[in-house]
């Protein structure tokens, strides 16, 4: 069973950046790299969201609302996915989430999840 730790929330202004972390163990780095990966993020009122993902392969895709803002990216050989957040805005204040899944499957592991606040 994967178990998922992200770090790296906190609090800036409009227009910060932030760069979450999210580590995995319980598995292999081989076993790592056969899953896809994936940023979600919820916040009060609202449904959890897919925010970003990169796939086992390397593909990449963003929501809309982020593009051109946020870069995920992976390490297999650390089992780490990272999420970079750049010109932040007070809509992107959630909590974020590390999800992973193999194949077709939905994402169900999940870890603990990281506040991001932006505010002025």
């Known amino acids: 069973q994967v178990q998922l730790v992200e770090s790296g929330g906190g609090s800036v202004q409009p227009g910060g950046s932030l760069r979450l972390s999210c580590a995995a163990s319980g598995i292999s780095s081989l076993f790592f790299t056969l899953r896809d990966m994936a940023w979600f993020r919820q916040s009060p009122g609202k449904q959890r969201e897919l925010v970003a993902a990169?796939?086992?392969?390397?593909?990449?895709n963003y929501h809309d609302s982020v593009q051109g803002r946020f870069t995920v990216s992976r390490d297999n050989t650390k089992k780490e996915v990272y999420l970079q957040l750049t010109d932040l805005k007070p809509e992107d204040t959630a909590v974020y989430y590390c999800?992973?899944?193999?194949?077709?499957?939905?994402?169900?592991?999940w870890g603990q999840g990281t506040q991001v606040t932006v505010s002025s």
């Open positions: 999800s992973t899944k193999m194949g077709r499957d939905t994402y169900t592991s």
């Open positions: 990169v796939t086992s392969g390397g593909t990449k």
